[in-house]
């Protein structure tokens, strides 16, 4: 599909799969067990093995002195400074290219709550200079500390909160849900640090940014999808201190910086849905056209046809959305409703797609050698991750009474 996408962006997409066909495919292809066999890939505990957090971090940091890593985050950071579009197309690029199939290639650009971000802007120098570095080639990581046992959809009630002793603040909380939180370097940690204005919800949530080796901090996995280990932690802050100078941004408005980090992240999972929708799609179409059942190719009867054909189209609506979207944000606007309604959408359809991909495949679509089921997997999660759909749908409601109806 030809959506009139500029000829740089293009470069950098094509550049993006250049590098990743040459460097992280062929590592993940040479560690092809360490990747698929969850007995390899995980220890007693559910932790990634130090070899594959070791592979990761090797492809972050060839990615950044190829110039990928960054090239989203902006240039007061050091980074390439590129706008929502080349968000939208490089993660729609890794996720259609390599699909659920490879782990590594989607390490090629930073995660906006994983590795360096713009939240990094409400840091202050000297500290900001002194972690940035690290972040910036990969060697380092970091994890988004907003969601809590008992703070999930409605992140104003949570009980981390952060008191003021001297030049340092301690923290208490456990947060909950965290992607790379067994692994990460660095925390993003909000907390409230007046109860008041918290109760009330004006404020009195502010951000930190906590070395994962302070005192006081501990970390578990969290399993899903029946897998033996995974990437996802609960994190414990026990009396964790640290200095007033690792505030992030202004004391007392974390939850609006919040709120704008997961902004980035809606955007990021329509690019994903999108491109997993792509791979799905053609994967399915391609087997629908050699499998024979009755004499003839499956794809010869409309029952099947017709379902790729549903695909198609909500593939196209999503593609649209996104990149719309992408438009918005570039000019400069807030686009709250855009942001709900495409990553709705984008997300449910692409949890359709796999579905019905996996019907076209009949049996083989159930397979760990197809790997249909897994991408099903990231498509359900992306329901629920960076803002369940029933919350964008209360998004999208609450700008319709406002007036918003266009
Ligand atoms: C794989 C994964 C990765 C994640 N990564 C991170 C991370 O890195 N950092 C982080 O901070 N968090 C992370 N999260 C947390 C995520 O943001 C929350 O799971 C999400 O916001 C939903 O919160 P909850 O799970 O507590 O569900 P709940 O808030 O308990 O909601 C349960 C159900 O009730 C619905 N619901 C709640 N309120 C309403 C309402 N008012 N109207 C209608 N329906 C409602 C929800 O939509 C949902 O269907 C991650 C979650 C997952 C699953």
Not at 72 to 79: N, V
Not at 128 to 141: A, Q
Not at 354 to 368: K, L, P, Y
Request: with cysteine.
């Amino acid at each position: 599909m030809d959506f009139g996408i500029p000829e740089e962006e293009k470069m950098i997409v094509e550049g993006l799969q250049r590098f990743n066909d040459q460097v992280s495919v062929p590592l993940e292809k040479a560690h092809h067990e360490l990747f698929n066999n969850g007995r390899y890939t995980y220890d007693e505990d559910g932790r990634e093995v130090p070899k594959v957090q070791e592979l990761k971090r090797q492809v972050r940091m060839e990615a950044a002195k190829a110039g990928y890593y960054t090239i989203i985050l902006p240039k007061e950071l050091g980074g390439g400074g590129r706008g929502a579009l080349t968000t939208f197309n490089v993660w729609e690029l890794l996720n259609s290219a390599y699909g659920p199939e490879y782990e590594l290639p989607h390490l090629s650009v930073s995660h906006w709550a994983q590795g360096p971000g713009p939240f990094l802007l409400g840091l202050k120098d000297p500290y900001r200079s002194e972690i940035l570095p690290s972040l910036s080639s990969g060697e380092k990581s970091a994890a988004f500390c907003l969601t809590e046992p008992d703070a999930g959809s409605d992140a104003w009630n949570m009980k981390t909160c952060a008191v003021r002793d001297g030049d340092d603040w301690v923290i208490n909380g456990t947060k909950q849900w965290m992607g790379n939180g067994p692994y990460a370097d660095y925390l993003i940690v909000f907390a409230i640090t007046n109860p008041e204005l918290a109760a009330a919800r004006r404020g009195g949530i502010s951000c930190f940014f906590v070395d994962a080796k302070s005192p006081g901090f501990s970390t578990s996995v969290i399993r899903i999808w029946n897998l033996i280990g995974g990437i996802h932690g609960i994190l414990s802050f026990s009396d964790v201190r640290v200095p007033h100078s690792h505030l992030v941004g202004e004391l007392g408005q974390g939850f609006r910086q919040a709120i704008s980090q997961v902004s980035i992240g809606r955007l990021m999972n329509t690019a994903r849905c999108v491109g997993l929708s792509q791979w799905a799609l053609r994967k399915a179409t391609k087997y629908s056209q050699e499998r024979i059942a009755f004499n003839a190719p499956i794809s010869a009867n409309q029952g099947i046809s017709f379902q790729l054909a549903d695909c198609a189209i909500e593939l196209y609506a999503a593609k649209c959305m996104g990149l719309h979207l992408a438009y918005l944000i570039d000019k400069g606007e807030r686009a709250v409703k855009e942001t709900a309604m495409a990553k709705a959408y984008s997300t449910e359809a692409c949890f359709r797609i796999f579905d019905r991909a996996i019907q076209v495949f009949g049996g083989m679509g159930v397979t760990n050698e197809v790997g249909l089921f897994k991408g099903m997997a990231v498509a359900r999660t992306t329901r629920i991750a960076d803002g369940a759909s029933e919350i964008l749908r209360r998004t999208i409601a609450q700008e319709l009474f406002r007036g918003n109806l266009d």
